[in-house]
């Protein structure tokens, strides 16, 4: 198979891979993380800032309207920016993460976690980009069940079942290209936000021999620790190398 550099963005979009998980929004939240990253420390609460959504260097947390029903996640690994998604969306958010180990890992609070649910290409810089819908409606009706039926009753049990993952979340990651013109923009917006504002943290151009542009700088302290933790994890194959591109 021949090369292909990074930040070729051209053409269509291929989905490399993709998972579907049932998460409890425990606390009302729930993470994305890289698998290396799990032990870093957590971004700000989204309720801290206002927000449903926050983001550290290589891991975001979710905050969901309800604590009872299951949410659905879809987890996407795309070869490049894919087109919108189909559909009405309540909610959508882009960031640009640096991904130590290249492996997602699903952080469910006291719920546990759902470790290397989904393999990316390579490790490296990457956007994220996660889309919701169903949020309220899926709050404001589990409120009347309870209100309204007692948790023995079968209408309680009909709704409850009906409610289990449809609160619906779509997480979609693709190598951060310098010739993505969209994503080049939606960083300059980010960083132009307050500091501690979702995904706010400054970027750097640098340039190697298989990628060229603007390069997020997702913090000093993640170079040091990167090839202990990669080897902790997963050991790195050749082809998951950012720097060598595909293979």
């Known amino acids: ?100 180990s290249g492996w997602i890992s699903l952080n469910a609070m006291s719920d546990g976690s759902r470790l290397d649910a989904l393999e990316l290409p390579f490790s490296g810089p990457y956007t994220l980009r996660v889309l919701g819908r169903h949020r309220e409606q899926v709050a404001r009706a589990g409120q009347e069940l309870f209100v309204t039926y007692d948790i023995d009753d079968p209408a309680f049990v009909a709704g409850w079942q009906a409610l289990e993952g449809k609160e619906y979340y779509l997480a979609r990651l693709w190598p951060y290209g310098a010739f993505d013109k969209r ?43 990167r090839g202990a933790l990669r080897a902790e994890v997963h050991p790195v194959h050749p082809r998951r190398s950012a720097s060598a591109g595909w293979r």
């Open 1 to 100: 198979m021949t090369s292909r550099p990074l930040d070729d963005n051209t053409g269509m979009a291929s989905l490399l891979n993709a998972v579907e998980l049932r998460v409890r929004p425990d606390y009302n939240m729930f993470g994305i993380t890289d698998s290396a990253a799990i032990d870093f420390p957590d971004p700000p609460l989204p309720i801290v800032i206002g927000h449903w959504i926050s983001a550290g260097p290589a891991k975001v947390l979710i905050e969901s309207p309800q604590r009872s029903f299951p949410v659905t996640l879809r987890l996407e690994s795309w070869d490049r920016r894919p087109a919108d998604p189909d559909g009405e969306w309540e909610i959508d958010e882009t960031f640009h993460l640096d991904l130590p």
């Open 183 to 225: 994503a080049t923009e939606e960083t300059a917006e980010v960083q132009a936000t307050p500091a501690g504002r979702v995904g706010a943290r400054p970027a750097v151009l640098a340039a190697t021999p298989h990628r060229q542009g603007p390069q997020l700088l997702a913090g000093e302290r993640l170079a040091a620790q």
